[in-house]
């Protein structure tokens, strides 16, 4: 295939809404936010336990502190793991709106 014939069904398919390229866009954001979600779990724990839980009015003490800082690094394991599904349920919508068109066009040609 000649690199002039693919130009146009590449621009007419961006601009047709034919093929999404959310997918791609979505993968930085994942990028972006688990940054974002790294940066804020190691804040809190220089931050310490003590100083967040103390906004909260709750006061610890001794092992409560040890237990703190594993709260802290369970609540950011956790929030990496909602973002990577959250992002995967976006892809994976995309992907069926990819494979629809597929069948669609597949469907088509046969006719």
Excluded: H
Excluded at 9 to 22: C, D, L, Y
Excluded at 35 to 40: E, F, G, K, N, P
Excluded at 43 to 51: E, F, I, N, T, W
């Amino acid at each position: 295939m000649d690199n002039n014939e693919t130009r146009p069904n590449f621009i007419a398919a961006f601009f047709g809404f034919k093929r999404m390229v959310s997918p791609f866009f979505i993968s930085i954001v994942y990028f972006l936010g688990l940054i974002v979600i790294l940066a804020s779990t190691g804040g809190a724990l220089l931050k310490g336990p003590v100083d967040i839980f103390a906004q909260a009015g709750l006061d610890l003490e001794g092992m409560m502190v040890w237990a703190g800082y594993a709260g802290l690094v369970l609540i950011g394991f956790g929030g990496i793991l909602i973002w990577r599904f959250y992002c995967e349920m976006f892809i994976v919508l995309f992907s069926i709106f990819n494979r629809l068109s597929d069948i669609k066009s597949a469907l088509q040609s046969r006719s």
